[in-house]
């Protein structure tokens, strides 16, 4: 793979601890994300991956320790401020309108972009016309972009799985986040679909130069595209660094690579 240059570091998680009740799901977890960096976290099923995504976005508020974006710590955000600030997710389990076109499935994700009122856009008048041409332009990059002109008139439910993920991602893209949160983009997928995905992902990294932070539980994936990769493991911190180091570690071994998942 070729080297990618990665810039400062724009994203700190210091110190997270989450619990639910009396379980702890996370426990003093603590990593940076630089610049277009491609940061993957790993671990078992259990391990804390998605509570730490879930961190991040702002679904869940953590009991201890900070995030800090661009210098700026959040506590306490919403989903919907965690995407103002420039964050954008995609989910494991599709939040897709199976009724609804590829097309206008990855329009919704233009919504935080528009700047007319709802009236003004359901009569379709003046500013909101053009606004709703513009977006659509842009929606019809991602879809060339993403490789699924064929299917931008086709119901989403009516895809195979693999092509259905890959909208998720384009519904993401559409938001022009900063960081993009992938969660597990590569579940349920047959090789040849993984293949595709994590090109579009280096794609998405090199072509709109966003930073990425992708929980992935396939290693072979995560070791060829990610710059540095933080292992959980039953909701602690037990190894983090470059794919070699991590591949190395001798705790991650044990707690990992050493089982099959």
């Not at 009396?22 to 603590?30: E, F, H, M, P, Q």
């Not at 965690?82 to 199976?98: D, S, Y």
Request: glycine share 8%; aromatic share 6%; net charge negative.
């Amino acid at each position: 793979m070729a080297e990618r240059k990665t810039g400062d570091v724009i994203l700190e998680v210091n110190n997270i601890s989450l619990n639910f009740g009396g379980v702890k799901a996370l426990t003093d977890i603590s990593f940076n994300v630089r610049e277009h960096e491609v940061r993957a976290i790993i671990g078992p099923n259990g391990a804390g991956k998605s509570s730490m995504l879930n961190c991040i976005n702002g679904v869940y508020t953590p009991q201890q320790g900070s995030i800090t974006f661009r210098g700026k710590t959040f506590s306490n955000m919403n989903s919907r401020q965690v995407a103002e600030m420039g964050f954008a997710r995609t989910f494991q389990n599709l939040a897709l309108f199976k009724g609804m076109s590829v097309l206008d499935n990855i329009m919704t994700g233009r919504n935080l972009r528009m700047k007319t009122n709802l009236f003004q856009q359901a009569i379709r008048w003046g500013a909101a016309e053009r606004e709703e041409t513009e977006q659509r332009e842009f929606v019809e990059k991602i879809i060339d972009f993403l490789e699924i002109q064929a299917h931008r008139k086709t119901p989403v439910g009516r895809l195979p799985y693999g092509l259905q993920k890959r909208v998720d991602l384009g519904r993401a893209l559409a938001m022009e986040p900063q960081v993009l949160l992938l969660d597990e983009p590569m579940a349920g997928m047959n090789v040849e679909e993984k293949q595709d995905m994590s090109r579009f992902i280096l794609d998405v990294n090199d072509e709109y130069g966003t930073t990425i932070v992708l929980i992935e539980h396939d290693m072979s994936v995560v070791m060829d595209i990610s710059d540095r990769i933080v292992v959980l493991d039953y909701g602690k911190k037990i190894g983090d660094g470059t794919p070699s180091e991590v591949r190395t570690n001798p705790d991650v071994i044990s707690a990992y690579l050493g089982t099959s998942h």
